[in-house]
């Protein structure tokens, strides 16, 4: 097993400006706001303070943003804003594809509209995939109301075209669909991908094959919270979860998935031909690689489709990292301990010429109930990698060998 460590040497890294990166804010928000229908039930039963989103998307005209049922008082639990704001405002927030498929939010549960989603991605055709957990108050009491399922809406007619329910031989009773990867390598049509979705608390990654219409689930000890990491820190909050496997990323180039659990401080991957294959037979083993360690947990991860750099952030540094497995380059791309509290996305957009977005929330707030309304609590925000910025006022703004990466940064000095 090869074992590398992610980060290096103390203080003989650097920060490095060769992207010209800096954080743009597109928009903030102290607490979410939304479009509301008239039905006065949603403005009953709505709880800003419980509001938090854990996924984006970019689409040619929106920024989807999608809302998990954590807790109650969540009015729509996928939603969009227009990509033409004014930078930095705070758009209300519209539900998607329409209300009629949020019921969820005023107590009305049927299984054939959206429950509680944590992320979307769009496919090459696009078209936007959506992961339902079906769980509803996932942190409160985790109620199982409907079973998951993958639900694809066409973003040019915004309508339904795809739905797969998952049965429950993919499924383990605590089962929280959190994340997914389209895989479209093979692919010959829209519809013959395979998609690896994260099972957070199953634990597990369940393998979609969009070409016959299967699912099965693999497992491996690497997916399971490692109980001496689930204490977080970030600025002077702590907080614990026991969460799995969350964190995933793609190389089409190396068909390589990596994965993390979010208490871990390891990062792992695994071949993609290991989990096409249908379920492992009983006793096998999943091909699972130790990729490296991080100085903290992280969430969100990325893999810079040009060149298979993987991207991560480590939750207790505020700062988004890269590393390449190949070279072992790494670099500190951003770093904000105001802006970059609890990164939940990180994501290459296609359709914004490959620029980096970027979820921040203040999520050990939420989660704490400590959250202020007079703050921003909420970012979307953007590296343009290839234009020159100029820094705004609070961007950490990293220039070439000119400032040491705080000594806390890097905890281990071992490369095996
Ligand atoms: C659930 O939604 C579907 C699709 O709109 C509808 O046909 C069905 O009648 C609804 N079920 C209930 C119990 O309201």
Not at 379 to 400: A, D, E, Q, W
């Amino acid at each position: 097993m090869r074992f590398l460590w992610l980060l290096l040497i103390t203080g003989s890294c650097w920060f490095d400006a060769a992207k010209g990166d800096v954080l743009e804010t597109i928009a903030q928000w102290p607490l979410l706001d939304f479009a509301l229908p008239y039905d006065p039930h949603y403005l009953d039963q709505f709880k800003p303070e419980n509001v938090v989103p854990t996924g984006i998307e970019i689409g040619w005209n929106r920024i989807f943003i999608s809302v998990p049922r954590l807790r109650d008082g969540v009015p729509a639990t996928l939603n969009f804003i227009p990509r033409n704001i004014p930078p930095g405002s705070s758009p209300q927030l519209h539900a998607y594809p329409s209300w009629d498929w949020h019921g969820a939010g005023i107590g009305d549960l049927n299984c054939s509209k959206l429950i509680s989603v944590y992320r979307i991605r769009i496919d090459r055709c696009n078209r936007l995939w959506v992961v339902d957990s079906g769980i509803m108050t996932s942190i409160d009491d985790f109620r199982v109301v409907c079973p998951p399922k993958i639900v694809v809406f066409d973003l040019q007619t915004d309508r339904l075209v795809r739905l797969y329910t998952f049965p429950r031989q993919s499924l383990r009773p605590n089962s929280l669909l959190t994340n997914m990867i389209i895989d479209d390598v093979t692919a010959t049509t829209c519809d013959d991908v395979f998609v690896y979705i994260s099972d957070t608390t199953g634990p597990g990654i369940v393998v979609f094959d969009g070409a016959t219409d299967r699912s099965w689930r693999v497992l491996h000890t690497s997916m399971f919270p490692d109980p001496s990491f689930s204490t977080y820190q970030i600025g002077g909050d702590s907080f614990e979860l026991m969460d799995g496997v969350v964190g995933l990323a793609f190389s089409p180039q190396l068909n390589t998935l990596y994965y993390q659990p979010l208490a871990t401080n390891l990062l792992f991957s695994v071949p993609t031909s290991a989990l096409q294959g249908g379920p492992l037979p009983f006793g096998e083993q999943l091909p699972v690689t130790v990729v490296g360690k991080k100085s903290s947990q992280g969430l969100a991860l990325a893999v810079d489709p040009q060149d298979d750099t993987i991207l991560f952030s480590p939750l207790t540094e505020t700062a988004i990292a890269s590393w390449h497995p190949r070279t072992n380059q790494q670099r500190i791309i951003a770093f904000s301990p105001q802006q970059l509290q609890f990164t939940a996305e990180l994501k290459f957009a296609e359709r914004d010429n490959g620029d980096l977005w970027i979820l921040s929330t203040r999520f050990q707030k939420f989660f704490r109930r400590q959250i202020s309304p007079r703050e921003i609590n909420l970012r979307i925000m953007r590296i343009r990698f290839n234009s020159n910025n100029v820094p705004k006022p609070g961007t950490f703004y990293l220039s070439h060998q000119q400032q040491r990466i705080p000594h806390y940064f890097y905890n281990n000095t071992v490369l095996i």
